[in-house]
T-cell receptor, first 114, second 114 residues
């Protein structure tokens, strides 16, 4: 069975600090997809990134970066120079190729204080 | 218009009431999903529809009754709910079911059962 663990329930940082959100996943399949979503106070989950299991390249998008390491089954998310607008709940999720649903972690609530 | 729209945003109902949640997507997707988000729990997949046909029912109690009249609309009919059913109910869509593409979420309906 697939599982996603986000051990950090809540994180609080001061604006402009860097913060890393951890995600550890479990699967026996060799082909899978990992996702990060952001849920701001408005409620909707916003897609941030998808990564497949064959692409271990790290990705950077503005202040956001993702570190995918198959050796540790981790897909961590770093926000550089955090801003108040980054305050949200962030979800890591996993799905396999084929007809399987998305499995979400419990989420990490990030609070960025001005 | 936003891609996935849910109404109402907030709903308070007694345990003997009957109400319905509505979801509409304007993305031309063929798959639609209902998720339940409770405090401190992972998102729970409730129902999945593909081209108006239900393809998954994750052991959801019969007091929740989904309806998908066409690929753009999804309803969740509620009756004789329990207080533990209070949660954020999220609708999502994707081009096809479980095709590894990102889900597009609505803002959710915050349901309170008194």
């Amino acid at each position: 069975a697939q599982k996603v663990t986000q051990a950090q329930t809540e994180i609080s940082v001061v604006e402009k600090e860097d913060v890393t959100l951890d995600c550890v996943y479990e699967t026996r399949d060799t082909t899978y997809y990992l996702f990060w979503y952001k849920q701001p106070p408005s409620g909707e989950l916003v897609f941030l990134i998808r990564r497949n299991s064959f692409d271990e390249q790290n990705e950077i998008s503005g202040r956001y970066s993702w570190n995918f390491q198959k050796s540790t089954s981790s897909f961590n998310f770093t926000i550089t120079a955090s801003q108040v607008v980054d305050s949200a709940v962030y979800f890591c999720a996993l799905t396999l190729s084929g007809n399987t649903p998305l499995v979400f972690g419990k989420g990490t609530r990030l609070s960025v204080i001005a | 218009e936003t891609g996935v729209t849910q109404t109402p945003r907030h709903l308070v109902m007694g345990m003997t009431n009957k109400k319905s949640l509505k979801c509409e997507q304007h993305l031309g997707h063929n798959a639609m999903y209902w998720y339940k988000q409770s405090a401190k729990k992972p998102l729970e997949l409730m129902f999945v529809y593909s081209l108006e046909e239900r393809v998954e029912n994750n052991s959801v109690p019969s007091r929740f009754s989904p309806e998908c009249p066409n690929s753009s609309h999804l309803f969740l009919h509620l009756h004789t709910l329990q207080p533990e059913d209070s949660a954020l109910y999220l609708c999502a869509s994707s081009p096809r079911t479980y095709d590894n593409s990102p889900l597009h979420f609505g803002n959710g309906t915050r349901l309170t059962v008194t």
